[in-house]
């Protein structure tokens, strides 16, 4: 099942798009990972555009006497905050959603990863299974093994960009894994709402945990599997951050805040 809905459509559209940019298969990568981005687009304007209700709302008159008439009363705030969550249809956890949902692709796109870049026997045989022999997918058998160099990287390897330094020497600098934790911190940043009860409520803990441990885990892997992965995910980190800055700058959360612009009664 995993290999039918998952790893084979990734790894022969890896395969085609390689082709089709003249065997560079670092360029491949990015363009699948626009591709991919394309396909989650609904999920992640979703995610975005709650991201800003959240935002707005906070700033709010209503919001802000409620924060102040029940500042020693943190269970009555969650619960007056939770119902204007309901008035304007917000869930203040559908912030993670999107982030959970990409584990199964940087799961696959590994794999898929690994795979095309088969280059002993075994590892050809095996990637023969997982390509499409007939219709309109066929890939040529003239494209294997692939050329898996890419800028100064070998992507069915770990990063390091090699410099000698004094005293130390070689010394090998993690680019991509760099970029991958400042990018994926950044976004985390921008798309994540700020929840309710002073960092208390549990979708707060819920989002400064996303926000720090995400990084942190992708940058791991960046670090640690083929550095093909950690050119993804700074591909992709890259296009959610100018995708939330054009939603931004076209005000594209049109967010109605209307019932949640009364003063609380006293």
Known sequence: MWDTLILDPMINALLVIYDLLGNNFGLAIIVFTVIIRLITLPLSLQQQKSSMKMQDLQKTKRWKDLEKKYKDNKKKLQEEQLKIYQEIGFNPMSGCLPTLIQFPIIIGLYQAIIRTLAVTPIQLLDLSGHIYQSGFFSIPSSLLPLTSNFLWMNLGQPERFWVTLPIVGLFGIPVLTILVVISTYYQSKLTMATTPGDGEGQGAQM??????????MLGYFAYTFASGLALYFVASNLLGIAQYSLIKSSKG????LAPVKKSVKK
């Open 207 to 216: 989002t400064k945990m996303m926000s720090l441990y995400m990084p942190l």
């Open 253 to 256: 959360s049109n967010i109605d």
